[in-house]
């Protein structure tokens, strides 16, 4: 017989009639009651096994063993589910020793143990929780672009350049390590490496995704992006998925825009078609709420948080405006901050929290950055001390979102690039952009992961993509 999933058997909420049902066992009570999750859902599938005399297969029937169960779909005696499944036959499809099995010898396993037994992770309804959702997200991101006419770019993993110019890149080269060439200087020859020059995993596909705007007009990229930065923080990865569109035509306001849409629309979709899921991970909050001290605890639990964030315009201010608050917040005359605040420091995260958490109580959308602490590509305001920078910042996470309006006119971009050391002859394929029919244009990065932690209301950013890469982790 063909296998059935379990979210269909329970989602169709019909009797009697046949099925065949694979998974793995969640729990078997009183030799007769077991709980089969095949990971289609949160909810597990009742299946009863009577009068089975057969000990030594019930002795085969523990946590974590896979099992196939042929029977029919019946109306449920108990509580709890509507219809469950009466076994006719059972097949053991894999064994799971109860002495050895993780899941089985912890009791509540934490989060940092979890992350330790890779596999096993997914077994839990946590992670269950947690994948569905990301893969939802993930689907609902191609959806608002598709919807609107955007062109899905594939940009590169291996680049020579360093989009951010931030210098935190990892090489990418077949030269041995011990013994590479050498030039004349005593210098790496990268002549001899593979592609003839230095290369790196890229940290952006803006650059590129910019060539495809000033054709496609709308493009985005999603795609896998690469830190070398050593910053062992619950939001850093080393590896971690981007999400840039690149838009001909739009200014600064545009691009505010559409970030706030895109992520009001993935909100929603998720509050839509991952009911069951986030319903469980906001019991799970209420629950860890629960533990921390009274003026410790969130004012709002993670469902109410969403639809808050839904229903509410993200608050929009200057950079200059945002440093003038915290000047005056009670946290900074109380020397409450780690670090200073004053005119043209780079905000640090406790700055971004307070501003989201304490004072507007919502997404907030900084613009006009100081050009010294933001990217060469930005588009320069007529200060001539800021650009037309866009962060977004999020409530329990800081910055969520990155970007801006490109600096379109050629003369103020290599001005920029020389200020910045930035070779403008490696780079002459991003300026032919300038060259040839510029137009005005803006794009953001979405951290996916970031947007994964706000959704679920997890806390640490390991917990959010399946293998995290981190300082010093990497072994699956
Ligand atoms: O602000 P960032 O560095 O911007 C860019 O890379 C631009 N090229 C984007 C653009 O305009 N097309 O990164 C964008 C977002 C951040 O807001 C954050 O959400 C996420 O990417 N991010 C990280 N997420 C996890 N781990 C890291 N190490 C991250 N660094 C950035
Ligand atoms: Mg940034």
Known sequence: MKRTKIKDILLKDSVDYKVNVKGWVRSFRNNQFIALNDGSCMSNLQVVIELNNDEA?????????????????????????????????????????????????????????????????????????????????????????????????????????????????????????????????????????????????????????????????????????????????????????????????????????????????????????????????????????????????????????????LNNKFERITYTEAINILVESPAYKKKKFQYDVKWGIDLQSEHERYLVEKHFKKPVIVTGYPKDIKAFYMRQNDDGKTVAAMDILAPGIGEIVGGSQREERLGKLTERMHEMHIPTDEMYWYLDTRRFGAVPHAGFGLGFERLVLFITGMTNIRDVIPFPRTPKNADF
């Not at 596999?119 to 608002?144: D, E, P, V, W, Y």
Request: net charge negative; proline share 4%.
């Open 57 to 309: 297969l019930l002795k085969r029937i523990t946590n974590g063993a896979s099992i196939s169960v042929d029977g029919m779909v019946v109306q449920s005696q108990g509580k709890g589910q509507k219809v469950e499944v009466k076994a006719e036959t059972i097949e053991i499809l894999g064994d799971c020793d109860p002495e050895k099995f993780p899941l089985q010898l912890k009791n509540k396993p934490s989060l940092e143990y979890l992350r330790e037994v890779a596999h096993l992770r997914f077994r839990t309804n946590t992670f269950g929780a947690i994948f569905r959702l990301r893969h939802s997200l993930a689907f609902a991101i191609h959806k608002f672009f598709n919807d609107r006419g955007f062109v899905y770019l594939h940009t590169p993993i291996i680049t020579a350049s360093d989009a951010e110019g931030a210098g935190e890149m990892f090489r990418v080269s077949t030269l041995p390590f011990e013994n590479p060439p050498r030039d004349e200087d005593g210098g790496v020859n990268y002549k001899e490496d593979f592609f003839g020059r230095c290369t790196n995993l890229t940290v952006s596909g803006q650059l590129e995704a910019e060539l495809g705007a000033m054709a496609l007009s709308e493009v985005y990229t999603f795609g896998p992006t690469f830190r070398a930065e050593n910053s062992n923080t619950p939001r850093h990865l080393a590896e971690f998925w981007m999400i840039e569109p690149e838009v001909a035509f739009n200014d600064i306001y545009d691009n505010m825009d559409l970030a706030e849409d895109l992520l009001k629309y993935v909100i929603e979709y998720s509050l839509v078609h991952n009911r069951e899921d986030l319903d469980f991970l906001n019991q799970r909050l209420v629950e860890e709420e629960k533990q921390k001290p009274t003026n410790e605890r969130s004012e709002m639990a993670l469902i109410e948080k969403l639809e808050f964030v």
